[in-house]
């Protein structure tokens, strides 16, 4: 795509989204167990939109979440390989044009909106470390420590997806409503630095809406500048994030098409005017964002 990827959208509220019911603690991880055709048929659209890469649905799955769902360790490790697995068919069976690649998506170990209740240095690294030995079992092509709102943990997520020898790591941030700061109130470019120290190739933002990926993106603009790729997928409605770690979607009503026309329009001018080379879509979203998304690209491309 000239230089540009396309990243899937969102798995999990997709999947919720086609009747999937998530769990407290797993939410949807346990789609590869549970619902793996229809967990396939979501990647299978993606890719069927233009998306080039494919995002396994290990975006909760560890040994601490599988704990608190009455998993062992050795279940979390069997449904880990499972998602990578069903994202990997889904490629193999694709007969499309273009690069296809599989990421695996790494979350917080607690809530992504509650970023004040990250554990401590020692439960981080343990864990981390533990899932990222795991992922890095399955061949997969990427790892992205996603909607990551507290610099401690993001930098330890990188340095275990390094230590465990993954091929590609990228670190996606959700900021706050500034966009300088992450949502624990950590500096947004100063923790992309350190990231980038540590190993990591490139930067994202991630599940907040496009106003704040903007405002985020032209905090990180100097990393771009330095030759560090930039990401950016943005939820499709705006929030309110309580105190409590409470989340207000603030629906908007429009026909899903006039959405993804737009969500589309704005992510292009990322690319153009930050110069963003890895574009997907979050929360809320569907392969219709996608779709809209990649043939927007694809004309950039043909016009040039």
Known sequence: MNGFLVLDGPTGTELIARGYRP???????????????????????????GANIITANTFR???HAAAKAGMSAGEARRLAHASVALATEA????DGEGP???????????????????????VLERVHF???????????DLAIAETMGSAREALVVVRAARKAGLR?????????????????????????????????????VNCVHADVIERSLATLSELNQNGIVLGAYANASRMKIGFD?????????????????????????????????????????????????AARLKSRVVKK
């Open 23 to 49: 769990d407290p603690n797993l939410w949807t991880a346990n789609a590869a167990f549970s619902a793996p055709k229809l967990l396939k048929k979501i990647h299978s659209d993606y890719l069927a939109a």
């Open 61 to 63: 799955i560890s040994s």
């Open 91 to 94: 490629i193999e069976d694709f």
């Open 100 to 122: 296809r690649f599989v990421a695996v998506g790494i979350g917080p170990l607690e809530d992504c909106y509650r970023p004040a209740l990250v554990p401590e240095l020692a």
């Open 130 to 140: 533990e899932t990222m030995g795991w992922l890095s079992e399955t061949g997969c």
């Open 168 to 204: 590609g790591v990228a670190v996606s941030f959700i900021p706050d409503e500034s966009g300088t700061r992450l949502l624990g109130g950590d500096g947004l470019l100063q923790t992309a630095r350190l990231c980038v120290e540590s190993g990591a190739e490139t930067i994202m």
């Open 245 to 293: 770690g409470t989340v207000e979607w603030i629906a908007d009503e429009r026909p899903v098409a006039v959405r993804a026309q737009e969500y589309a329009e704005l992510a292009m001018n990322w690319a153009v005017k930050r110069n963003v080379r890895i574009l997907g879509s979050c929360c809320g979203t569907s392969p219709e964002y996608i779709r809209e998304l």
